[in-house]
């Protein structure tokens, strides 16, 4: 940054002090703000102790095993409304401690440690959710996008780090890219490539707003920009910190197209509700990419300083840029008399809290829509101010105010309720979200992933159609839809991406088919597929410190027959998370496929005995008991996955068909009976009754 000042003094100015700018920090006097004098805070049987010694920041608490220990803070991390420590443990590795310090101020409830996550460190901690696991690893997944070009540098032999940075924080060259030819261009603009100069020897410019103002409609009452916005180089530069993302590659650069590195998450269960409205931490881009803003063409700085990060003007000014005061700012719009409730945001932009006090508002900008929340159980703006009243209430408020129920933009929440309760019948509805170029992509990304249980000719036409879609999120979401096909009909749809323009496309095509023999392989493909899968195995070994990529690796190298190095990389996998279930469950496989169960049965065991809730252990552990014709024995882990996952179908159907086999059918049919409750169109479900009653006692 020292290099940037001198000649962009009011950027920096406005920089210095910014989020941005203390994203992490060393622990020092002015840097640290919780309360290190000796303070005890106790929690879920864990006492932390908060001291200093020889001018260091120290914790002492226990380990995953209950043991306690001095813990050096050398960092701080993040600064308001809460700031973490990064503990500092053997091999290079720092984790965010899960008890931060709530930097509010007192008369807010701050000034005070307090745990981040208390549902996982309760009386029974979940050691999954430990302090010391892979989800509160600084190096893998926090450091990236805290500091300036970072250099996780994990060394698999000694399963260690030696973790670099450019800059402690994310400064200057974070989004705009090396900053060396610009201090050539700015020396001696001659001095650079012809292809640089126009952009200043950097490698973008941040010039979509530039030309460009927002005016008003007449006819439509609309704002809209005066020039269309034909380029996504800031909000792809910020989504590549401000998103549910999994990198891919450590060799991101702002030039580059943000899939290229990145593979970003859809409209996922357990990341986002049914109507697209933010549940789990997902960081705004994949809100905010559903909205009608973003359709029109606002970015990121159109609302919020770039350097500051604050917003552009306090209150409802940063909307009344572009919407009419007259219009919006007044009690025909808000149906509010008072100041609680007219602001923009509290209808259109409701706040979630996570990390127990950092309330964060969902991007997607939407209509508020009660009866949604009557209809599919999804959150409301009314409700989240109005929590003394019912859903009901808000919703004739709205058809009161209205005359009807307003749409808004996203019209997606019914299929995507649907699909993930199985309850669809047929694949229509998903069908029409996948070809309504009216929606969001993201929402039609996300239609084209939940295709996966259907195999119509007509539902893998439209699958084809968008792996040749031009917007490469819809390729990868329609690349997911694929994976229950026959192997000669997935090569035919997927090969041609083998050659993809996009990196994270080729990688994805690659696992699709990683179970296609390379002997049986037309010829003039040999070489893309090849290709490919080495790009695919470069981006799980420069992920090698990911429980994910190991896992993957095991895989590519058990669909080669390389059973020895498959083994490896699953036991890598629980060696970088013993709480993996995935790991556990495919290592048991390959040892079923090598004609040892036993070793699979033990395997299982032991991790039940480390994650006892996890319902997907319990049914390996059942299958593997069915085929060694202990059916009786069977029952009792097959039916307590259902137990742990009522709503997995898989689940319930083995059961059914197990309690089928070993005599039981009026209990096989009294549990299909209540899987139909929750999903009554569920075909499956259904058939398999259907046999049942219809065949012979």
């Not at 940063?318 to 509290?346: E, N, R, W």
């Not at 229509?428 to 979200?433: I, P």
Request: aromatic share 8%.
């Amino acid at each position: 940054m020292e290099n940037c000042v001198g000649c962009h003094a009011e950027q920096a100015e406005r920089f210095t002090g910014s989020h941005h700018d203390l994203a992490m920090q060393e622990s020092t006097e002015s840097t640290v703000l919780g309360d290190f004098d000796d303070v005890v805070f106790e929690f879920g049987g864990v006492t932390t102790r908060f001291f200093r010694r020889d001018g260091d920041f120290m914790v002492n608490t226990a380990d995953d095993q209950g043991q306690y220990h001095d813990y050096l803070a050398r960092y701080t991390f993040g600064v308001f409304p809460l700031q973490q420590y990064l503990l500092a443990l053997p091999g290079g590795r720092y984790q965010a401690f899960s008890v931060a310090w709530d930097a509010r101020p007192k008369e807010e409830g701050g000034q005070r440690w307090f745990q981040l996550n208390p549902e996982f460190n309760g009386d029974e901690p979940d050691k999954a959710f430990h302090w010391t696991g892979r989800n509160f690893n600084w190096n893998l997944t926090c450091a990236e996008c805290h500091s300036t070009n970072l250099q996780r540098n994990y060394d698999p032999a000694s399963n260690s780090y030696d973790t670099q940075w450019d800059d402690i924080d994310v400064a200057c060259e974070s989004c705009h890219g090396p900053g060396s030819l610009h201090l050539k261009w700015a020396a001696d603009p001659q001095d650079i490539s012809p292809e640089l100069l126009g952009k200043k020897g950097l490698t973008l410019n941040f010039d979509e707003r530039r030309e460009a103002i927002w005016q008003h409609n007449p006819q439509t009452g609309q704002p809209e920009r005066s020039v269309a916005k034909t380029t996504e180089t800031e909000i792809q530069a910020c989504a590549a910190c401000h998103s549910r993302r999994a990198q891919i590659f450590d060799d991101n650069t702002p030039a580059q197209q943000l899939v290229e590195s990145f593979l970003l998450s859809n409209l996922d269960q357990g990341l986002y509700h049914a109507d697209g409205q933010i549940q789990d931490e997902v960081f705004v881009h994949g809100s905010f990419v559903q909205s009608k803003m973003y359709a029109a063409g606002v970015t990121c700085s159109d609302c919020h300083d770039p350097h500051s990060l604050e917003l552009r003007a306090p209150g409802n000014g940063v909307c009344l840029q572009c919407h009419a005061a007259d219009q919006y700012q007044t009690p025909k719009h808000h149906f509010h008399a008072t100041t609680a409730g007219s602001q923009c945001v509290d209808c259109h932009m409701p706040a979630t809290t996570y990390m127990g006090v950092d309330p964060r508002r969902d991007h997607s900008l939407r209509i508020p829509r009660p009866d949604q929340t009557l209809s599919l159980g999804v959150p409301n703006a009314c409700n989240s101010c109005h929590q003394d009243q019912s859903a009901q209430w808000a919703a004739d408020h709205v058809q009161q105010w209205y005359g009807h129920v307003p749409q808004g933009h996203q019209q997606f929440a019914q299929t995507l309720h649907d699909a993930r309760n199985g309850s669809q019948q047929s694949p229509d509805d998903l069908l029409a979200l996948l070809t309504n170029e009216s929606q969001p992509v993201i929402a039609r990304a996300t239609a084209a992933s939940l295709l996966q249980s259907w195999q119509q000719p007509e539902v893998i036409g439209d699958v084809v159609m968008a792996l040749r879609d031009p917007d490469p999120q819809l390729r990868l979401g329609a690349l997911n839809a694929v994976a229950q096909l026959s192997p000669i009909t997935r090569w035919q749809m997927v090969s041609p991406l083998l050659s993809d323009p996009v990196r994270t496309v080729r990688i994805e095509a690659a696992g699709q088919l990683l179970d296609i023999p390379p002997d049986q392989v037309p010829a003039d493909k040999r070489a893309s597929l090849e290709q490919a899968l080495d790009e695919y195995l470069a981006a799980q070994h420069a992920n090698a410190d990911n429980p994910s990529a190991q896992l993957n690796l095991a895989v590519y190298y058990q669909s080669r027959n390389q059973l020895a190095l498959a083994e490896q990389a699953y036991e890598r996998a629980l060696l970088l998370d013993p709480y993996f279930e995935a790991a556990y469950v495919n290592l048991a496989d390959l040892y079923r496929a090598s004609l040892r169960d036993p070793d699979g049965e033990r395997l299982l065991t032991e991790a039940l005995e480390r994650i006892p809730q996890a319902a997907a252990l319990h049914f390996s552990l059942g299958l593997l008991q069915v085929r060694q014709k202990q059916l009786q024995q069977a029952m009792v882990p097959l039916a307590r996955a259902l137990e742990l996952q009522p709503d997995n179908q898989r689940y319930r159907y083995v059961l059914a068909v197990a309690l089928n086999s070993a005599g039981q059918r009026e209990k096989a049919i009294a549990v299909i009976n209540q899987g139909l409750a929750l999903a009554p169109g569920n075909q499956q479900l259904t058939t398999l009754k259907a046999q049942l009653q219809s065949s012979p006692e």
